[in-house]
């Protein structure tokens, strides 16, 4: 196998995604074509729906969040040398420590239950990463199966848990007592009517400052420097002083604490109650939304954002365009991560003629 060619950062974080994604689509428009839709038309609803009006950009911005938290949450591992499949199932419970912590505080202000439900979302998420990180350390067990486990092992504790403690006698369906509405967190209608009837809050606003806080700790911290050593070679980290165990451990746990945020936009604001299954595929989606943006926070806002439209899209697509069915959507959507994630580096060998030469001249001369 040849060594990759080192290519221009802007290359290989915007522009080769940029390309996945252009290629993705024109194969998805192939299969509009197939079903005697036209693609442009189908590109026009999906972009409308996305971003041509508040509701739907509302509703693009509230699946950017989701997407945001969790890519986080992959990024951070990967850049430790860890494959963290598992921001899942750490939502999934996350949402208990949120619920637990807005029902006993129930009828309080929401700046005074918002900043709890932050730390308790946060400890619960980071304590169910923790323990893949602990088994990973301490035991040599593969961290993507304890992760991958660990989500089956969170659905059916959580789906007891909400059906058979929380639920309230009087409720019918299987979710907790709701949360009081002075107590959730607000929602970003109340401050401006271009998001009226969508369910962005201001969980979006934490996201951004994730993304900040993620890139001061990994490039511009102690830490994230022991972090990057471990992923680039555990071996001289070991020499080099660097307690390879605790970074692990503390890793996932800070990227469990990242996908627990998850847990806040849904239970404590969208849903104001904990129900079943209410992280809806959002954690597997972070894993394709930080291999997209390469790890970097700006790759995972730019990707979290594209997914956010496609899904928000898509729903205006199927709605629109009867002739598309919602599992055609879903191709779609799958073609991006096929091409974004599986197959990321197929466009790679071209650019590298392209621009290789160009980047080995500029190293030379430095």
């Known amino acids: 196998m040849s060594a990759r060619v080192p290519l221009p950062r802007w290359v290989d974080i915007a522009l ?73 199932g750490q939502a999934y419970v996350a949402g208990l420590g949120v619920i637990l912590v807005a029902l006993g505080l129930n009828g ?6 918002v900043p709890a439900m932050i730390v308790a979302g946060a400890l619960f998420g980071a304590g169910w990463a923790f323990i893949p990180g602990y088994l990973q350390a301490k035991r040599g067990s593969h961290i993507v ?45 109340l401050f401006w009517d271009l998001f009226k009837n969508s369910p962005v809050n201001i969980s979006f606003f934490l996201a951004l400052i994730a993304l900040v806080a993620v890139y001061w700790l990994i490039w511009h911290s102690k830490f994230g420097f022991a972090m990057r050593a471990l992923g680039h070679n555990p071996t001289a980290a070991r020499y080099a002083g660097i307690s390879n165990a605790k970074v692990i451990m503390i890793t996932m746990a800070l990227a469990g604490a990242l996908a627990g945020m998850v847990a806040v936009n849904n239970v404590g604001g969208v849903q104001g109650r904990l129900i079943l299954n209410f992280v809806s595929g959002a954690g597997f989606v972070g894993v394709a939304v930080a291999f997209m943006g390469k790890g970097h926070p700006i790759g995972v806002a730019l990707s979290a954002l594209l997914f956010g439209a496609l899904y928000q899209g898509g729903q205006e697509l199927a709605f629109s365009m009867p002739g598309i069915t919602r599992e055609m959507i879903v191709t779609i ?34």
């Open 145 to 189: 199966i304890t992760t991958i486990l660990f989500n089956f092992i969170a659905v059916s504790m959580m789906g007891y848990i909400i059906s058979k403690i929380l639920k309230p006698a009087n409720v019918g369906s299987d979710e907790s007592a709701p949360i009081d509405a002075v107590s959730r967190v607000p929602q970003l209608r």
């Open 333 to 366: 959507q799958a073609l991006v991560i096929l091409f974004t994630g599986a197959m990321g580096d197929m466009l790679r060998p071209p650019l590298e003629r392209i621009f290789g030469p160009r980047a080995q001249a500029r190293a030379g001369d430095v």
């Open 16 to 88: 080769l995604p940029l390309l996945n994604v252009v290629l993705a689509f024109l194969i998805g428009g192939i299969v509009v074509v197939m079903v005697g839709q036209n693609p442009l038309e189908a590109v026009g609803i999906m972009l409308y729906g996305a971003f041509g009006y508040g509701s739907g950009f509302g509703y693009t911005l509230y699946y950017t969040t989701d997407f945001i938290f969790a890519g986080l949450a992959v990024s951070l591992a990967y850049h430790a040398g860890l494959f963290n499949i598992g921001p899942e």
């Open 108 to 113: 309080q202000p929401w700046l005074i239950t």
